[in-house]
């Protein structure tokens, strides 16, 4: 941030809510440029804001909480600043600058600018009853949070090694596996899977059939293969018949 010193109108005044809000307003009606720099000591350590002022309206803020390095920018910081003018401790200073070093101050600092200037009349709706403690806890929850698991691997440069716990599975399954018959069975059955071997499903051998079981059957099928042969007959007549047509 690149601030313009100017002139100096108020150093160092003991900050109360009504003084400063009144010596805002002599500023915004007397059409100057300039700024106010107001600090307190709130629940996070030191916190600084800036109200940037052109021709009568409110042009800009800056707002820090300087313990963490927070910053809030344009309408955030508005919201911050006109918080801090009823902290119970706290100063504040004002600046006149120049036309030119508005404008310079402008350039150098875009990032501060509101969309839309506040006028006078704005600002007087805009002023808080009280100190609000919440964009104080807003600060404090975002930099005391756990930290998740991935941004603590990520700051320690170990997202991209990756645990493989393929033998510890394997040891601990044909472990299991084998605690039983069939698991002795399943065990085998893993390690050709694991080394690479086909695995060769065994089947049990069927029980013998009677010799008249096994006439009965083929007999069956021989008269499943002669009603077979009649329908291809059948229908290689009818072909025939629908080509003489």
Same mark, same amino acid.
């Given at each position: 941030?690149?601030?313009?010193?100017?002139?100096?109108?108020?150093?160092?005044?003991?900050?109360?809510?009504?003084? *400063?809000?009144?010596?805002?307003?002599?500023?915004?009606?007397?059409?100057?440029?300039?700024?106010?720099?107001? %600090? *307190?000591?709130?629940?996070?350590?030191?916190?600084?804001?800036?109200?940037?002022?052109?021709?009568?309206? *409110?042009?800009?803020?800056?707002?820090?909480?300087?313990?963490?390095?927070?910053?809030?920018?344009?309408?955030?910081?508005?919201?911050?600043?006109?918080?801090?003018?009823?902290? =119970?401790?706290? *100063?504040?200073?004002?600046?006149?600058? %120049? %036309?030119?070093?508005?404008?310079?101050?402008?350039?150098?600092?875009?990032?501060?600018?509101?969309?839309?200037?506040? !006028?006078?009349? !704005?600002? =007087?709706?805009?002023?808080?009853?009280?100190?609000?403690?919440?964009?104080?806890?807003?600060?404090? !929850?975002?930099?005391?949070?756990?930290?998740?698991?991935?941004?603590?691997?990520?700051?320690?440069?170990?997202? =991209?090694?990756?645990?493989?716990? %393929?033998?510890?599975?394997?040891?601990?399954?044909?472990?299991? @596996?084998?605690?039983?018959?069939?698991?002795?069975?399943?065990?085998?059955?893993?390690?050709?899977?694991?080394?690479?071997?086909?695995?060769?499903?065994?089947?049990?051998?069927?029980?013998?059939?009677?010799?008249? @079981?096994?006439?009965?059957?083929?007999?069956?099928?021989?008269?499943?293969?002669?009603?077979?042969?009649?329908?291809?007959?059948?229908?290689?007549?009818?072909?025939?018949?629908?080509?003489?047509?």
């Amino acid at each position: 941030m690149n601030v313009p010193v100017g002139t100096p109108q108020i150093k160092g005044k003991p900050l109360r809510s009504d003084q *400063i809000v009144a010596d805002v307003r002599d500023m915004l009606e007397s059409n100057k440029c300039g700024y106010f720099c107001v %600090t *307190i000591k709130g629940e996070t350590g030191m916190e600084e804001g800036l109200l940037i002022i052109e021709s009568g309206n *409110i042009i800009g803020a800056h707002y820090e909480y300087m313990k963490y390095g927070k910053e809030y920018h344009a309408s955030e910081a508005l919201k911050r600043v006109l918080n801090a003018f009823f902290a =119970d401790k706290g *100063i504040y200073d004002s600046f006149v600058l %120049t %036309t030119q070093q508005i404008e310079l101050l402008k350039i150098f600092n875009e990032d501060l600018l509101l969309l839309e200037s506040v !006028s006078k009349r !704005s600002f =007087d709706g805009m002023i808080p009853v009280g100190f609000s403690h919440e964009f104080e806890k807003e600060v404090i !929850s975002e930099f005391t949070k756990e930290p998740e698991r991935e941004e603590i691997l990520k700051k320690r440069g170990l997202t =991209d090694i990756k645990i493989d716990l %393929t033998e510890d599975v394997e040891r601990e399954t044909k472990d299991l @596996v084998k605690t039983t018959d069939v698991g002795e069975k399943v065990a085998d059955e893993i390690d050709a899977y694991l080394s690479g071997k086909p695995m060769v499903k065994k089947e049990l051998a069927p029980p013998e059939k009677p010799p008249e @079981v096994i006439e009965m059957e083929k007999e069956k099928e021989r008269e499943e293969t002669d009603f077979l042969l009649d329908i291809d007959a059948q229908a290689e007549k009818l072909k025939k018949l629908f080509k003489g047509k």
